[in-house]
């Protein structure tokens, strides 16, 4: 599949100006698993397409694993390309990037831009944590230092705690292999499109007109 009309407008035309075509291929599936990978190919006028890179990853619940990237022309800033695009194509999780081997791979991991930002989770989390306290607080009411108070019991209370046990064990459930936060690669078009905080934050001087004597 041709990935070009999700792309943002800069990279279409670096693109298009050096031949080059993206597109997106499915590999297989299982249990619940899409084994895909992005292809990156030159397409020279009159002459075979070659390929120039590719980033193969599996899909599941919705989260990205990367399994192999690899440049065939390398230092040319493919690798980063596609990194960027499965990001672009997944933006309310974090990328798994598996183990990097080579050196090259390590300075070239510390060289891209990351940002830390809230999961469509975190809501939840926040909720659970509430949870949590308030259920806390019932026990302390039952059990002050730990010692059951008899007199102290309710069947409203008891009826309290089952709930909140009942929730806090469905949400500990939905939760298990969520974050709240997670590390998201920053792309160019959300870096380039930030206003500069350093000019707000120095103004230029407002010079007043001089009047007329």
Avoid at 7 to 25: A, F
Avoid at 36 to 42: I, N, P, V, Y
Avoid at 104 to 133: G, I, M, P, Q, Y
Wanted: aromatic share 6%; charged share 30%; net charge negative.
């Amino acid at each position: 599949m041709l990935l070009h009309e999700h792309l943002p407008h800069g990279l279409r035309q670096k693109l298009r100006d050096e031949g080059m075509v993206l597109r997106e291929e499915c590999m297989g599936s299982h249990h619940e698993q899409l084994d895909l990978s992005l292809r990156l190919e030159h397409h020279p006028p009159g002459q075979p397409s070659a390929l120039v890179a590719y980033l193969d990853y599996s899909l599941y619940d919705g989260v990205p694993s990367i399994q192999m990237i690899r440049c065939l022309r390398p230092r040319r800033g493919w690798a980063t390309v596609l990194v960027e695009h499965l990001q672009r194509m997944n933006p309310n999780c974090g990328i798994r990037w598996g183990h990097l081997v080579s050196p090259e791979a390590v300075a070239w991991h510390a060289s891209l831009s990351f940002e830390t930002t809230d999961s469509v989770h975190k809501a939840d989390f926040e909720r659970l944590a509430d949870l949590e306290k308030e259920k806390a607080a019932a026990s302390a009411v039952i059990c002050p230092g730990g010692v059951f108070d008899p007199t102290a019991w309710s069947p409203e209370l008891a009826e309290k705690q089952l709930r909140l046990e009942d929730e806090i064990d469905g949400l500990r459930w939905t939760l298990r292999d969520r974050q709240p936060t997670f590390k998201r690669l920053r792309l160019p078009e959300e870096i380039n499109s930030r206003p500069d905080k350093t000019a707000e934050a120095n103004p230029a001087p407002h010079h007043r007109k001089k009047s007329s004597p």
